[in-house]
């Protein structure tokens, strides 16, 4: 659209125009697309056409092959392999792979790749069954390939022309002289026979009725084609002095034949001719063909190919040889339904039903028209450069207003019959004659819409904003319209809708303030918005920068949601949109165009779209670089190593019918958590990937519908330093270092204190052995000294002296016990005495020397000469020996027994237990009261962290028991 803002004055005019880009369409009625050569066709006669399963059209042409992909064209020819430049057929096999038949031979397209399969036979008709066998027909014979090799099947000994694929998917032969033979499970079955004007005739293919069961057409060459409803053979199209050389259905169920001059479309009440006049070509019309979105494709000798883009849309470029492809700024119509279309640089056109009339006036013929708008009384108003504004009342035309600073370029009629005009940087309006000047709103004011009695919204270059009682109120203020470029206002019930540019189409309540936005995302065709009106039955049609869409609003969600429609790729003007007779008339640059409401749009199939290449490329070594052509296998796992993490993506959606509306979404699972923005681009990039699982996740955008997800998973192993494994390992092994450092400290501190210890321990030994051979050279030699001394004494006392001799036998005897006493300590300080043999040898010792000569047996069993290697402390053995020779003495001063046993017993545990029983009288345990012997055994146990326990009965003895936790073992 050419959106234009107009400075002007009566002396000196600056003339400050927008223009946007422009697509030229050529001059025509029905919408077709021509490509060519300059489109990048290979050669501009197509003999077949071919849809793969990617959706992509394969053109078979004199000149060689072509891929079309919706927006270029790829080239193959015999420079590139193929054995022939005429292709005559074209069909996919099982494996993905395209199998071309051309006057040479056979050739198969893989990835690119051309190879050669057969030459020197021309090859037509190719096939594929159900099974996925490749059928063809070579010199009027039927063949099929098995293992890429021409296997020739006899049909009856007919010959045959033609193979078609019914709606059963089975394979159907066209025998000439014959008639029609039908594939099944045993072989070819003859189904249908000829009538006599059809074996005369040359039958270059039969088509099934894809709503029909029933029904069947036959297309020959010379003499028309035939309906057969399963009985009969009727005459269904024939013109005279023509030729006919294809058929095909479309979506709706009309049937398409192509001529010698143009081609037909024959529908249920009328028959349309298309040709040079109406948008298609004079050439002879080669094939039809229709793909999977339901578009209808034309093969026009030397012309190319032509896309039908359907009859809901016509546009008026010419009318009776008057030529109407201008940029149209505005259109209106009066009270007798006549148009009134202005536009930039021709003036007004008026049509009345009849025909189109250019209004004459030098006010206004060859000016730009900026506008044309009808009031309450569909009066047309219309405002011209450097002129003013002007009214059609009937067949009279007045100057209403003059331009005084600048030209109008929007005009609506207030609540009360005031007039609201808009120039750039002002509004005027106009009420009781009275004139009045606003200014002071941001940006260029670009289009007006009466909200109310005293409001006016006013569209600008920065926003939306409103006049209030003659006064811009600032407190007004729609967010998602700040700085947004306003083009266009229409209002149903309390929703306004608003079109920018470039900001797409925003809506906002006027009870709730709930505000939505709508881009190409939610289907526009442009974020460029440039008119917006309804129809009668309230659907909102948006002229955009690259078409028309239509808008139906859903109660349940209070929303717009997109009717899928195959609007042309066309410029749409700012504000020159209107509803005429429940149509939509559309100004744009390049002509008017009809938008016919009440079509029945085909159903197309859903977008499709498939990720084309994987390119993986490894960060030092450029041989370790992969490419992966086609992942076909959606849910297969590519394994890399962590040195291939650059990875390429490249993805194609095929929407043939409005390519330049195809956008995508795409994320990586493992690095994003949404899907990003729309975009056009075909082809991500991602660099250092970390170690990991990704998916690659993608979806194409166009018209409002949205594809399948197209996958690619893969994982990046990590290197052994990044795996679990290792991290375990390496935290154990860490572990095990710092556990072995503190141990080796332990071990040295353990090993220097053993070290410090076993000195001490040998000085110890030295002192303690010293000690005692200094305690027995002189308190043992002195004791022996007073005991002998003592013994002279007595023998030089007389008998008489009694209590004197008493007194020496008393320093006799204490000194006797003292002596025997200080061989204990002697024993004790004894270093050869630290062990358990000792001990309990010297407590056995100890025993006997007690009770010798009281009439006692004394008894001690269990001392092993494995004690030898238990060593004790000092304080263990002096303790130890205390306790048992306090509990024999007690033995003797209370037992009143006659054998004594001391048993020494391993327990489970390989500690020992120390037994002492006597048959003594016994003691009552319940009232009998401990003495201080027992407390101190009790204690010098705690000592040696060993227990004592006692048990005894009244005239059955008594049994102690010392439990140690000496360890030994046997």
Not at 279 to 301: C, M, P, R, Y
Not at 356 to 372: C, D, G, M, Q, S
């Amino acid at each position: 659209m050419q959106h234009r803002i107009f400075l002007g004055s009566k002396k000196n005019i600056l003339f400050l125009s927008i223009f946007l880009c422009s697509l030229r369409l050529a001059a025509q009625s029905y919408n077709f697309s021509n490509f060519n050569l300059r489109e990048g066709l290979i050669q501009s006669q197509v003999l077949a056409i071919y849809q793969a399963n990617d959706r992509t059209l394969w053109l078979g042409t004199y000149g060689g092959l072509c891929n079309y992909d919706g927006k270029e064209f790829t080239p193959y020819s015999k420079a590139d392999g193929l054995v022939s430049n005429t292709i005559n057929s074209i069909v996919q096999d099982k494996n993905g792979q395209i199998i071309v038949g051309s006057d040479g031979g056979i050739n198969i397209i893989k990835n690119g790749k051309v190879r050669t399969i057969l030459d020197r036979y021309a090859i037509f008709s190719l096939r594929k069954d159900r099974q996925g066998v490749i059928w063809g027909i070579t010199g009027k014979k039927l063949f099929k390939l098995v293992n890429e090799k021409l296997s020739f099947v006899d049909v009856d000994g007919q010959y045959i022309t033609h193979i078609s694929i019914g709606r059963d998917g089975k394979l159907y032969l066209v025998a000439p002289e014959k008639g029609i033979y039908k594939q099944t499970e045993n072989g070819w079955i003859f189904t249908i026979s000829f009538p006599k004007p059809l074996v005369e005739s040359y039958i270059f293919k039969i088509l099934f009725d894809r709503f029909d069961n029933r029904k069947m057409y036959v297309a020959t060459v010379n003499n028309g084609v035939f309906s057969y409803d399963g009985k009969t053979f009727k005459t269904f199209f024939r013109k005279k002095n023509t030729k006919y050389h294809a058929i095909e259905q479309d979506g709706q169920g009309n049937i398409w034949i192509g001529l010698e001059n143009g081609a037909v479309q024959v529908k249920k009440d009328e028959i349309l001719y298309f040709n040079g006049s109406n948008g298609l070509s004079d050439n002879a019309v080669h094939q039809i063909f229709k793909d999977a979105e339901n578009t209808i494709w034309i093969s026009s000798f030397t012309s190319g190919i032509f896309k039908y883009e359907g009859d809901a849309f016509v546009r008026y470029n010419k009318f009776r040889n008057l030529n109407l492809a201008y940029n149209v700024s505005g259109i209106a119509s009066d009270q007798y339904k006549n148009l009134y279309v202005g536009t930039f640089t021709k003036g007004l056109f008026k049509y009345d039903g009849k025909q189109v009339e250019i209004l004459r006036n030098p006010a206004f013929t060859n000016k730009n028209i900026y506008f044309v708008y009808a009031d309450t009384h569909h009066d047309i108003w219309f405002s011209v450069h450097d002129s003013g504004i002007w009214k059609i009342d009937g067949k009279n035309f007045k100057l209403v207003y003059k331009t005084d600073k600048f030209n109008y370029n929007s005009m609506v009629e207030g609540h009360d019959k005031d007039v609201w005009l808009a120039t750039p940087l002002s509004l005027i309006h106009i009420k009781d004659r009275k004139k009045q000047e606003i200014q002071g709103f941001p940006g260029y004011a670009s289009c007006l819409y009466p909200l109310s009695k005293d409001r006016l919204l006013v569209g600008t270059s920065a926003g939306l904003f409103l006049i209030k009682d003659g006064r811009l109120d600032r407190k007004f203020v729609i967010e998602a319209l700040n700085g947004a470029y306003v083009l266009s206002i229409v209002k149903r019930n309390d929703q306004l809708i608003i079109g920018t540019l470039g900001d797409g189409m925003v809506t906002w309540d006027l009870k709730t303030r709930a505000v939505k936005k709508y881009t190409i995302v939610d289907g526009l065709n442009s974020n460029d918005v440039y008119g917006l009106t309804f129809d009668d039955k309230g659907n909102l049609w948006v002229g955009t920068g690259r078409g028309i869409n239509t808008f139906t609003y859903s109660g349940q969600i209070r929303a717009y949601q997109v009717l899928k429609i195959n609007s042309p790729i066309i410029e749409c003007n700012q504000n020159a949109i209107l509803n005429y007779d429940n149509n939509i008339l559309v100004g744009t640059i390049n002509g008017l165009l009809l938008c016919r409401t009440n079509v029945v749009e085909e159903t197309h199939k859903n977008l499709l779209i498939h990720i084309n290449k994987v390119n993986i490329y490894h960060k030092t070594d450029h041989d370790e670089d992969l490419t992966i052509a086609q992942p076909e296998d959606q849910n297969s796992n590519f394994e890399l190593s962590h040195n291939q993490n650059n990875i390429s993506i490249n993805y194609k959606a095929v929407f043939l019918s409005n390519p330049q509306s195809v956008s995508y979404r795409y994320k990586l699972t493992g690095l994003d958590v949404e899907y990003g923005k729309s975009i056009k681009n075909t082809q991500v990039e991602y660099y250092s990937l970390r170690p990991g699982k990704y998916t690659f996740s993608v979806y194409a955008i166009a018209n409002g519908q949205r594809s399948n997800v197209s996958y690619f998973h893969f994982t990046i192993i990590p290197p052994f330093y990044e795996t679990i494994w290792f991290r375990v390992l390496a935290i154990v092994l860490v572990l095990f270092l710092i556990w072995l450092i503190f141990y080796l400290v332990f071990k040295s501190k353990e090993s220097k204190k053993i070290a410090l210890e076993k000195i001490k321990h040998t000085e110890q030994n030295k002192i303690r052995k010293q000690t005692a051979e200094d305690f027995h050279d002189d308190i043992g030699n002195k004791l022996t000294r007073i005991n002998v001394l003592s013994e002279i004494l007595s023998k030089k006392l007389n008998q008489e002296q009694t209590e004197q001799r008493e007194l020496v036998r008393l320093i006799q005897e204490n000194a006797g016990l003292l002596y025997n006493g200080t061989k204990d300590i002697l024993w004790a300080l004894n270093p050869k005495s630290d062990n358990l043999f000792e001990i309990l040898a010297h407590i056995k010792n100890f025993g006997i020397d007690l009770f010798q000569n009281t009439g006692i047996k004394f008894e001690m069993e269990g001392i092993l000469p494995e004690f030898q290697t238990v060593q004790l402390s000092m304080e263990f053995n002096r303790n130890f020996t205390l306790i048992f020779k306090e509990v024999l003495n007690n033995v003797l001063k209370h037992a009143k027994a006659t054998e004594v046993l001391v048993l020494i017993m391993e327990t489970p545990q390989h500690t020992i237990d120390i037994l002492t029983i006597d048959n003594g009288i016994g003691f009552d345990m319940t009232t009998a009261e401990r003495g201080l012997g027992l407390n101190n055994i009790q204690n010098r146990c705690k000592r040696i962290k060993s227990t004592f326990k006692i048990n005894s009965t009244i005239g059955k003895g008594t049994t102690s028991i010392v439990s140690t936790k000496i360890a030994v073992t046997n």
